[in-house]
T-cell receptor
Framework: GENVEQHPSTLSVQEGDSAVIKCTYS??????FPWYKQELGKGPQLIID?????GEKKDQRIAVTLNKTAKHFSLHITETQPEDSAVYFC???????????FGTGTSLTVIP | KAGVTQTPRYLIKTRGQQVTLSCSPI?????VSWYQQTPGQGLQFLFE???????NKGNFPGRFSGRQFSNSRSEMNVSTLELGDSALYLC?????????????FGPGTRLTVL
């Protein structure tokens, strides 16, 4: 089955700096890669996703890049704010199916 | 549009008991997936239901079971609870079909087994 690895497990940045979280996957059939943000006491919230026919997608301060050849994808958050502090999860799945494989999460702390 | 709802939000049980958790998906969503989230293991897939049929299943023992009703609401049951079953149980719904399978999560049910 699919194996998703996520790094780093913890990340601290100063407010206004950028944060980058990286994930790798093993199954070349995976073609859908969402990112989730989980705040304390809440369920994961979808923040951005990318499909394998696209190399990059951006939504305001958040961007995701995908390298299909190397089987890795990354989340980029620019101009970080304290409210960006949360745990971020990457995931991989096949669009025609509905089984998601999650990374182990990155705890991001933005220091004011 | 209302989000995914899960009940109850918190549960305390003792070893050997059984528990039933409930999930109501977003209106129009026909797929419901269940995940177990623990600090050590992260998010682990339990199973997925679509149109009242279990379509995918993760690597969990048979003590974990589920079902889905005709209105897409889903329940998850854990029998003979063990201490290690203490976790946050998350439900996610998606519309399914075509090129859209974004999953939307509920707030979870925090299960504590004593």
């Amino acid at each position: 089955g699919e194996n998703v690895e996520q790094h780093p497990s913890t990340l601290s940045v100063q407010e206004g700096d950028s944060a980058v979280i990286k994930c790798t996957y093993s199954d070349s059939a995976s073609n859908y890669f969402p990112w989730y943000k989980q705040e304390l006491g809440k369920g994961p919230q979808l923040i951005i996703d990318i499909r394998s026919n696209v190399g990059e997608k951006k939504d305001q301060r958040i961007a995701v890049t995908l390298n299909k050849t190397a089987k890795h994808f990354s989340l980029h958050i620019t101009e970080t704010q304290p409210e960006d502090s949360a745990v971020y999860f990457c995931a991989a799945s096949i669009l025609s199916g509905n089984q998601f494989y999650f990374g182990t999460g990155t705890s991001l702390t933005v220091i004011p | 549009k209302a989000g995914v709802t899960q009940t109850p939000r918190y549960l305390i049980k003792t070893r050997g008991q059984q528990v039933t958790l409930s999930c109501s998906p977003i209106s129009g969503h026909r797929s419901v997936s269940w995940y177990q989230q623990t600090p050590g293991q992260g998010l682990q897939f339990l199973f997925e239901y679509f149109s009242e049929t279990q379509r995918n299943k993760g690597n969990f023992p048979g003590r974990f079971s589920g079902r889905q009703f005709s209105n897409s609401r889903s329940e998850m049951n854990v029998s003979t609870l063990e201490l290690g079953d203490s976790a946050l149980y998350l439900c996610a719904s998606s519309r399914q079909g075509g090129q859209s399978n974004e999953q939307f999560f509920g707030p979870g049910t925090r299960l504590t087994v004593l």
